[in-house]
């Protein structure tokens, strides 16, 4: 393998390694935001986007180059030179290769973006759990202060009805002294 299809294939397995430790699922996501709230990514963040679409067009220059090494190595003219030995066997070597690069460049591309997705969902769910959780405390805090009017609520009504019983006693006896 070239120096470059060889960089692309590390480049896959990492992916591969990255996209596994992101699934796995005791590592919560208030945890992945956690560390994607460090300090170096709070620095990366802004070029984030910008090797994000460069690792992308990379690897889809690598695919499109595969993809016409597939092409040519597809057609039958290069297997009509029958006066070198061996011909035969060496375009299917070479188609061969052809193949692997376009495989190790598509499935890199498609890694790369489901990468990328599960990152932003992963920080989407973190974000959600907190507002979750700060919307829950919001509503006990409520809850604990409509239970808090309802006893005042209450004791008002207590008082009031006391008021009253109080107010028509107190009626009966001056009616009663008239």
């Known amino acids: 393998m070239t120096l470059q299809w060889t960089a692309v294939a590390f480049f896959l397995y990492a992916e591969i390694v990255a996209n596994v430790i992101l699934c796995i699922p005791f590592i919560s996501a ?39 090494e597939v092409q040519k190595y597809s057609r039958p003219e290069p297997l ?19 193949q692997r690069n376009l495989y190790i460049s598509g499935f890199s591309i498609f890694l790369w973006l489901i990468m ?42 207590q008082v009031s009805s006391a008021n009253i019983q109080q107010s028509k006693y107190m009626f009966h006896l001056a009616v009663g002294h008239l």
């Open 30 to 68: 208030k945890r992945w935001r956690r560390f994607f709230s460090w300090g170096i990514w709070n620095w990366l963040s802004p070029y984030w986007n910008k090797c994000f679409f460069t690792m992308a067009m990379v690897l889809l220059v690598l695919f499109l180059d595969a993809a016409r």
């Open 80 to 98: 009509m030179d029958a006066r070198v030995p061996n011909a035969y066997d060496h375009v299917h070597m070479k188609l061969f290769r052809a």
């Open 116 to 157: 990328s997705r599960v990152v932003t969902l992963l920080n989407q769910v973190a974000v959600s759990a907190e507002n979750g959780a700060a919307l829950q405390a919001q509503m006990d805090n409520m809850t604990n202060v409509v239970k808090q009017h309802e006893e005042d609520n209450e004791r008002l009504r």
